[in-house]
């Protein structure tokens, strides 16, 4: 299985500044149709799942443009470029580019 | 709009058996595959099962593998998920989710507690 390591698990911020989570996958996610199957979802509290990037890059419609994804091969990051406060919860990436589908750990974001 | 519906959980002793249910609407569903991902109370996230846009294609993760089956009825715009078996690590909020890549839609999770 792919295993899915992101860091920090925890990531205090303060509101306005910028914040980043690294998501690293054991192999690469290039599948070989060529694309990359990376997500990255957000977790309020209490709410299901939220997709805000898919294939590593692309910004979900509705996704504030102060989120961007970037990375490449076995290496991903999120960033925000400036916290507001609903930005609250978890962040998970999610590989789908080889069975079994596989999570990262999960990264708590909390304002300092 | 797309919506997304879990149904079917609830208390459950551990051996027994529990059907899931997820209605979709807002898309044709028929041309979509489907997902279910659950998660643990003060978890993060697990995939599943998922199953082609026909049927045709199906995929468990291995922690389930033999005791729980996907199906769908595109004429009803439904999913299900037959958990049989269980035990108290399958006690989790289990949510319906649209895509094989992408897992861009998802539903508000039903609760399926197994206890005795």
């Known amino acids: 299985d792919v295993v899915m390591t992101q860091s920090p698990l925890s990531l205090p911020v303060t509101l306005g500044q910028p914040a980043s989570i690294s998501c690293r996958s054991s192999?690469?996610?290039?599948?070989?149709?060529?694309?990359?199957?990376l997500n990255w979802f957000q977790q309020r509290p209490g709410q299901s799942p939220r997709r805000l990037i898919y294939?590593?890059?692309n910004r979900d419609s509705g996704v504030p443009d102060r989120f961007s994804g970037s990375g490449s091969g076995t290496d991903f990051t999120l960033k925000i470029s400036r916290v507001e406060a609903e930005d609250v919860g978890f962040y998970y990436c999610?590989?789908?580019?080889?069975?079994?589908?596989?999570f990262g750990q999960g990264t708590k974001l909390e304002i300092k | 709009e797309v919506q997304v519906v879990e149904s079917g959980g609830g208390l459950v002793q551990p051996g027994g058996s529990l059907r899931l249910s997820c209605t979709a609407s807002?898309?044709?569903?028929?041309?979509?595959?489907m997902n279910w991902v659950r998660q643990a109370p003060g978890k993060g996230l697990e995939w599943v099962s998922f199953?082609?846009?026909?049927?045709?294609?199906?995929e468990y993760a291995d922690s389930v593998k033999g005791r729980f089956t996907i199906s769908r009825d595109n004429a009803k715009n439904s999913v299900y998920l037959q958990m049989n078996s269980l035990t108290a690590e399958d006690t989790a909020v289990y949510y319906c989710?649209?895509?094989?890549?992408?897992?861009?839609?998802w539903g508000q999770g039903t609760l399926v507690t197994v206890s005795s």
């Open positions: 989710v649209r895509g094989r890549e992408g897992f861009d839609y």
């Open positions: 807002g898309f044709t569903f028929s041309s979509y595959s």
């Open positions: 199953i082609f846009d026909t049927g045709s294609s199906i």
């Open positions: 192999q690469s996610l290039v599948h070989s149709n060529g694309n990359t199957y």
């Open positions: 294939k590593a890059s």
């Open positions: 999610m590989q789908a580019s080889h069975w079994p589908r596989t």
